[in-house]
């Protein structure tokens, strides 16, 4: 399965159908347990940045920038 590290490709579709782990895993790209905006967009010309920034927003439930692996699980 490609990952962002080697697919830079990877669709927000694709993702969005992945585990919250899985999705927590490849979005944290220092692997410091914390998903920051930018590591959530990844920076690719090839991504819907908009979408991507409210997804973002959508999982930051205590809106503090950073969201943790519970906030990425669904309700």
């Known amino acids: 399965m490609p990952t962002r590290k080697t697919d830079p490709t990877v669709s927000a579709d694709t993702m969005n159908r992945l585990p919250a782990e899985v999705l927590f895993q490849r979005r944290n790209g220092n692997n410091d347990g914390i998903v920051t905006q930018e590591e959530y967009i990844?920076?690719?010309?090839?991504?819907?940045?908009?979408?991507l920034t409210r997804q973002f927003?959508?999982?930051?439930?205590n809106?503090?920038?950073?969201?943790?692996?519970?906030?990425?699980?669904?309700?």
């Open 42 to 51: 990844c920076k690719s010309k090839n991504r819907n940045v908009p979408a």
């Open 57 to 61: 927003r959508q999982c930051d439930t």
């Open 63 to 75: 809106k503090d920038g950073k969201p943790s692996l519970q906030e990425f699980k669904p309700k």
